[in-house]
């Protein structure tokens, strides 16, 4: 999810760039996987917004990053080598936590697996693994997903310690992203145990072209989001 909600950062950036006047700056997005999250929104906004500003590029395109030098802020890829950068951002491989991995909860370079209904590490099953260390299936990385998750894990631990009625995990997403004032898109689902994974059983993105009435409504719903998630944490 890092790996979309970034996506909504370089916007914030190229905001800034392009109110410095700075519209000759290009941002360029070394991306290890072949497509991202809100891709076609996205590009159609990085267009409308900042043509020619950001140039996106998957693996097939630059080959990989083959290196990097802090002193020069030259990135070399199998494609191109790009000399003098303003700025270099590079964010490396993600996986699980070292304490998750040294447990043996995940293995190496990786992620743990849990038990769709529960949440219970697969390995351990005195161990419950959420948010972004665990293997969520459909679920996105996000912190929606993790308080979403966490629930589930709740009501398992209280139905084991007090024989609590539980009920069948039911897990829900939305990640915005706020693309300027006002103006926010948005993809998310419901999702459910099945075949083993959490599956997602209905799934919505926002569209190229949507009208800005139902984009700022979107804004609306993502503070609203964090009221109440926060209200809900914190009290
Ligand atoms: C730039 C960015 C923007 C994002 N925006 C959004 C957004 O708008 N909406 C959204 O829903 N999600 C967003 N996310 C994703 C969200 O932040 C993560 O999915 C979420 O924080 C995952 O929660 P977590 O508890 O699983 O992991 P984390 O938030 O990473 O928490 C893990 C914690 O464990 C601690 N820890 C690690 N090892 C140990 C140890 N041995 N002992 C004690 N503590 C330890 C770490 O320090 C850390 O505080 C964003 C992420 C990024 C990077």
């Not at 979107?218 to 926060?230: C, D, L, P, R, S």
């Amino acid at each position: 999810m890092g790996e979309v909600l970034e996506k909504s950062r370089f916007l914030e950036l190229n905001r800034i760039l392009k109110k410095a006047g700075k519209t000759d700056a290009k941002i360029i997005i070394l991306d290890p996987k072949e497509t991202f999250s809100k891709q076609g929104v996205f590009q159609a906004d990085w267009e409308k917004r900042y043509a020619g500003m950001i140039e996106w590029l998957g693996p097939k395109v630059h080959d990989g990053i083959k290196s990097v030098d802090p002193k020069t802020n030259t990135v070399v890829t199998g494609f191109e080598t790009y000399k003098d950068c303003a700025f270099v951002n590079v964010i490396p491989a993600q996986m699980a936590g070292e304490i998750a991995r040294s447990a043996g909860l995940a293995p190496a370079g990786g992620y743990c697996a849990i038990d769709a209904a529960t949440m219970k590490s697969t390995v351990d099953a005195n161990v419950f693994v959420l948010g972004d260390a665990c293997i969520a299936g459909d679920m996105p990385k996000s912190a929606f997903s993790a308080n979403s998750q966490a629930k589930v894990a709740a009501m398992a631990i209280r139905g084991e310690l007090t024989g609590a009625r539980t009920f069948p995990a039911r897990y829900v997403n939305t990640c915005w992203s706020l693309v300027d004032t006002d103006d926010t898109i948005k993809v998310g689902g419901r999702y459910e145990p099945k075949d083993g994974k959490i599956t997602a059983t209905e799934t919505f993105v926002s569209q190229p072209g949507e009208s800005d009435a139902l984009r700022k409504e979107n804004q609306a719903e993502n503070m609203g989001w964090y009221a109440a998630i926060t209200a809900d944490m914190f009290g």
